[in-house]
Antibody, heavy 120, light 107 residues
Framework: QVQLQESGPGLVKPPETLSLTCTVSGGSIGSFYWSWIRQPPGKGLEWIGFIYYTGSTYYNPSLKSRVTISLDTSKKQFSLKLTSVTAADTAVYYC??????????????WGQGTTVTVSS | DIRMTQSPSSLSASVGDRVTITCRTSQDIKTYLNWYQQKPGKAPKLLIYGASSLQSGVPSRFSGRGSGTDFTLTVSSLQPEDFATYFCQQSYSIPRTFGQGTLLEIK
């Protein structure tokens, strides 16, 4: 059964770069969209972006100038980099697997989430 | 961006009740609508995709309906483990967007 696990620093200073990695175990990287989503404390979910297994990337325009998502198929990992962070980037960050069932895209496997706090 | 509006924001109900949560979108998204359940401190869990298709392993008391701009998630008979927050999410366009969530609490 596929599992995802986020890793990375829990504390980042502004205006440094937030870097997280998601490791995929128990399944293939191929034919899926590998996604990042975040959730500020007590708030709703915000889609950050995803990378298709071919390497194509799609980002939320609200973050696009600061976000990079990359994929390392040999390690079965994908990564998030968010530059110039501020306190507003404090959130639980989730990685997730996106797939298409018929014409429909959804995120069916999620990591447990990792809390990132931006503070000096 | 497509705006997602859920109602109600919170709901109190009892075990055995039938409850319905509504999600309205700012533009026509056909049936490109997913529903997720999130419990405190946990990641969201996919319940429904394509507006009405039940994800594998999800109990049949959960059902989804709708198309265009109006969608519903219904739980036919609430169980204790169903008390959680529910989010809708559209997969029609980029950026993917979520509703603000509906907190389902025990009465």
């Amino acid at each position: 059964q596929v599992q995802l696990q986020e890793s990375g620093p829990g504390l980042v200073k502004p205006p440094e770069t937030l870097s997280l990695t998601c490791t995929v175990s128990g399944g293939s990287i191929g034919s899926f969209y590998w996604s990042w989503i975040r959730q500020p404390p007590g708030k709703g979910l915000e889609w950050i972006g995803f990378i298709y297994y071919t390497g194509s990337t799609y980002y939320n325009p609200s973050l696009k100038s600061r976000v990079t998502i990359s994929l390392d198929t040999s390690k079965k990992q994908f990564s998030l980099k968010l530059t110039s962070v501020t306190a507003a980037d404090t959130a639980v960050y989730y990685c997730a697997r996106g797939l298409e069932l018929g014409f429909y895209y959804s995120m069916d496997v999620w990591g447990q989430g990792t809390t990132v706090t931006v503070s000096s | 961006d497509i705006r997602m509006t859920q109602s109600p924001s919170s709901l109190s109900a009892s075990v055995g009740d039938r409850v319905t949560i509504t999600c309205r979108t700012s533009q026509d998204i056909k049936t490109y609508l997913n529903w997720y359940q999130q419990k405190p401190g946990k990641a969201p869990k996919l319940l429904i995709y394509g507006a009405s298709s039940l994800q594998s392993g999800v109990p049949s008391r959960f059902s989804g309906r709708g198309s265009g701009t109006d969608f519903t998630l219904t739980v036919s008979s609430l169980q204790p483990e169903d008390f959680a927050t529910y989010f809708c999410q559209q997969s029609y366009s980029i950026p993917r967007t979520f509703g603000q969530g509906t907190l389902l609490e025990i009465k």
